[in-house]
């Protein structure tokens, strides 16, 4: 969420990828860093250790929204 | 200056601080204007000086907002000046408290003391001195957490994210044994004079039990501690066995240090030897090695030689070594996190006696 929030001061598009059970600790981060809009994306939780297959099935999953969040669609 | 919150009695005061996520889950003593007034005098400083910032939150850590904390931890004006201190450390960019709060590891700021203000303010370095019944170990070491929690923002399951914590996180300080040591004391391996007092903070794994019995054989003595003592810093379940990063906190018993001091040793050559010890080969750290994983990482970047070592500890230096506890069988290591932009080091801060004040004896007075 931080990284998120440092690229987005630079001007660089941004979007945070968050597990779903981290996700009260992304808004409340989100909220102390002063940038509670921050776009984000849900992910299952949990992603690490979940090997190649179920991580390149993650990333088909979210890859619109991620697209969405970065304002590339529409 | 500092919200304030209004309550039409003690008890209903107290209730609405729990209520509000102010405490540690335990009472407090509620920090009344005259009470942090007091605890502010008491540090000689201004009380919108600032101590620094406190992540997650980055809340700014002023000397009033110390003395908050302070006084809801039960501390003594007289204790202030560590508090102080401990809350400059915990600050420094260096601890990663916004990483440290946030991990999923169970971790929290051991504050060890040295110098004078062991004895100036009374906190324990021998039996149980990180158990309870010590208020001055007690309530410093709780009011960092109080701090973290106020300040910092640090709440469990929203901001803090250890999956299961340790009771460290309570309360977490203790006084070198200096008398009972025959080496110098940590702070002077630090840099430090002998006549500074200090608070070094690293943020470490609860104590975990080291037993060692005695020896008539001075060498097989040393020898035996050595061994174990590795054996406990190399846990094949231990954060650093997999990232070698951070600092490790070793507490020698007084026996087992003049056991270590009788053998030739000093914390040099003890943090030499325990380097050199603590380590498995490839072969032996392949049963707990997981796709991704810290051992996975550094196999692939180390090379898989199976006789290579693989330390432990980043270097001798990451481990400190320090003299308290009761005499007798048992000491312990902390093992560290690992993680952090910075990697999970310590900091000393100086504890600075000379500014503060003495302020008639009265905690409860509103």
Same mark, same amino acid.
């Given at each position: 969420?931080?990284?998120?929030?440092?690229?987005?001061?630079?001007?660089?598009?941004?979007?945070?990828?968050?597990?779903?059970?981290?996700?009260?600790?992304?808004?409340?981060?989100?909220?102390?860093?002063?940038?509670?809009?921050?776009?984000?994306?849900?992910?299952?939780?949990?992603?690490?250790?979940?090997?190649?297959?179920?991580?390149?099935?993650?990333?088909?999953?979210?890859?619109?929204?991620?697209?969405?969040?970065?304002?590339?669609?529409? | 200056?500092?919200?304030?919150?209004?309550?039409?009695?003690?008890?209903?005061?107290?209730?609405?601080?729990?209520?509000?996520?102010?405490?540690?889950?335990?009472?407090?003593?509620?920090?009344?204007?005259?009470?942090?007034? %007091? $605890?502010?005098?008491?540090?000689?400083?201004?009380?919108?000086? =600032? @101590? #620094?910032? &406190?992540?997650?939150?980055? +809340?700014? !850590?002023?000397?009033?907002?110390?003395?908050?904390?302070?006084?809801?931890?039960?501390?003594?004006?007289?204790?202030?000046?560590?508090?102080?201190?401990?809350?400059?450390?915990?600050?420094?960019? %260096? $601890?990663?408290?916004?990483?440290?709060?946030?991990?999923?590891? =169970? @971790? #929290?700021? &051991?504050?060890?003391?040295? +110098?004078? !203000?062991?004895?100036?303010?009374?906190?324990?370095?021998?039996?149980?001195?990180?158990?309870?019944?010590?208020?001055?170990?007690?309530?410093?070491?709780?009011?960092?957490?109080?701090?973290?929690?106020?300040?910092?923002?640090?709440?469990?399951?929203?901001?803090?994210?250890? @999956?299961?914590?340790?009771?460290?996180?309570?309360?977490?300080?203790?006084?070198?044994?200096?008398?009972?040591?025959?080496?110098?004391?940590?702070?002077?391996?630090?840099?430090?004079?002998?006549?500074?007092?200090?608070?070094?903070?690293?943020?470490?794994?609860?104590?975990?039990?080291?037993?060692?019995?005695?020896?008539?054989?001075?060498?097989?003595?040393?020898?035996?501690?050595?061994?174990?003592?590795?054996?406990?810093?190399?846990?094949?379940?231990?954060?650093?066995?997999?990232?070698?990063?951070?600092?490790?906190?070793?507490?020698?018993?007084?026996?087992?240090?003049?056991?270590?001091?009788?053998?030739?040793?000093?914390?040099?050559?003890?943090?030499?030897?325990?380097?050199?010890?603590?380590?498995?080969?490839?072969?032996?750290?392949?049963?707990?090695?997981?796709?991704?994983?810290?051992?996975?990482?550094?196999?692939?970047?180390?090379?898989?030689?199976?006789?290579?070592?693989?330390?432990?500890?980043?270097?001798?230096?990451?481990?400190?070594?320090?003299?308290?506890?009761?005499?007798?069988?048992?000491?312990?290591?902390?093992?560290?996190?690992?993680?952090?932009?910075?990697?999970?080091?310590?900091?000393?801060?100086?504890?600075?006696?000379?500014?503060?004040?003495?302020?008639?004896?009265?905690?409860?007075?509103?």
């Amino acid at each position: 969420m931080r990284d998120a929030i440092s690229a987005a001061r630079r001007h660089i598009p941004a979007v945070a990828l968050v597990t779903a059970k981290f996700s009260p600790q992304g808004d409340f981060v989100s909220r102390s860093a002063g940038m509670p809009d921050i776009p984000r994306v849900i992910l299952p939780h949990p992603v690490a250790g979940t090997g190649e297959k179920a991580m390149k099935m993650v990333a088909d999953d979210i890859a619109g929204e991620v697209l969405w969040a970065l304002g590339a669609a529409g | 200056m500092s919200r304030r919150l209004t309550a039409p009695s003690e008890e209903a005061a107290l209730e609405r601080l729990h209520e509000a996520g102010c405490t540690d889950g335990l009472p407090v003593v509620v920090p009344t204007p005259a009470r942090v007034e %007091r $605890m502010v005098l008491a540090s000689g400083l201004d009380g919108d000086a =600032s @101590l #620094g910032q &406190l992540g997650p939150n980055m +809340g700014e !850590a002023t000397v009033e907002k110390a003395a908050i904390a302070a006084v809801m931890a039960g501390c003594l004006p007289d204790h202030f000046p560590v508090v102080v201190a401990a809350v400059r450390a915990v600050c420094d960019p %260096r $601890m990663d408290m916004t990483e440290v709060q946030a991990t999923t590891h =169970s @971790l #929290g700021p &051991l504050i060890v003391v040295n +110098g004078p !203000a062991v004895d100036a303010c009374g906190i324990a370095s021998g039996f149980g001195a990180l158990g309870p019944g010590h208020r001055a170990n007690a309530s410093i070491g709780r009011a960092i957490r109080l701090a973290m929690i106020n300040v910092g923002g640090g709440r469990p399951g929203t901001s803090d994210m250890a @999956l299961l914590g340790h009771p460290g996180k309570f309360t977490f300080c203790l006084g070198e044994d200096e008398r009972s040591s025959p080496w110098p004391p940590l702070h002077a391996s630090l840099g430090y004079g002998v006549d500074q007092s200090t608070v070094t903070v690293a943020c470490t794994e609860g104590p975990h039990s080291v037993l060692c019995f005695p020896d008539d054989d001075p060498e097989a003595y040393a020898e035996h501690l050595l061994n174990v003592l590795a054996a406990s810093l190399s846990g094949l379940g231990a954060n650093n066995t997999h990232f070698a990063r951070g600092t490790q906190v070793l507490v020698l018993n007084p026996d087992h240090a003049i056991a270590l001091a009788d053998a030739g040793h000093d914390c040099t050559t003890i943090s030499e030897q325990l380097y050199q010890r603590a380590k498995h080969s490839w072969s032996e750290l392949s049963a707990v090695r997981a796709k991704g994983s810290g051992i996975d990482r550094r196999q692939r970047s180390q090379g898989d030689d199976p006789d290579l070592a693989v330390h432990a500890l980043s270097s001798p230096e990451s481990l400190l070594i320090l003299v308290a506890g009761g005499t007798g069988l048992y000491s312990a290591v902390m093992p560290s996190w690992g993680a952090g932009p910075h990697g999970n080091g310590h900091v000393t801060v100086e504890i600075d006696l000379d500014q503060s004040c003495e302020v008639p004896f009265a905690p409860l007075a509103s």
